[in-house]
Nanobody, 125 residues
Framework: HVQLAESGGGLVQAGGSLRLSCEGSGLTLSMYAMGWFRQAPGKEREFVASIERSVDSTYYADSVKGRFTISRDNAKNTVYLQMNSLKPEDTAVYYC??????????????????WGQGTQVTVSS
């Protein structure tokens, strides 16, 4: 049973920071490119960031470039999203996903059709 579990969300003031984690269960994350997506109320899910399997090649949405950093620790089977200088418009449920390549994730193509429960990030002004 493949499962991705997101954690680390919460309520933070604008300008603050959070670090999200994504742990794999029944899935060896080092075999996949990994990405983060988010969905705000009333909006479609959108790409945030992605990282290749074993090289430091990353993609970011323009809205988060310079503020968010995606990283991975394959030994811990975990992917992270460090979010700095948070803005109210970053408020959303954040999801992680596996993909064949970081670029395909950037285009919205995930390896599995299902999503985890996500983690809520709320940024107050």
């Amino acid at each position: 049973h493949v499962q991705l579990a997101e954690s680390g969300g919460g309520l933070v003031q604008a300008g603050g920071s959070l670090r999200l984690s994504c742990e794999g269960s029944g899935l060896t994350l080092s075999m996949y490119a990994m990405g983060w997506f988010r969905q705000a109320p009333g909006k479609e899910r959108e790409f945030v960031a992605s990282i290749e399997r074993s090289v430091d090649s990353t993609y970011y949405a323009d809205s988060v470039k310079g503020r968010f950093t995606i990283s991975r620790d394959n030994a811990k089977n975990t992917v992270y999203l460090q979010m700095n200088s948070l803005k109210p418009e970053d408020t959303a449920v954040y999801y992680c996903a596996a993909g064949r390549t970081a670029y395909r994730l950037y285009l919205g193509a995930t390896a599995f059709g299902s999503w985890g429960q996500g983690t809520q990030v709320t940024v107050s002004s």
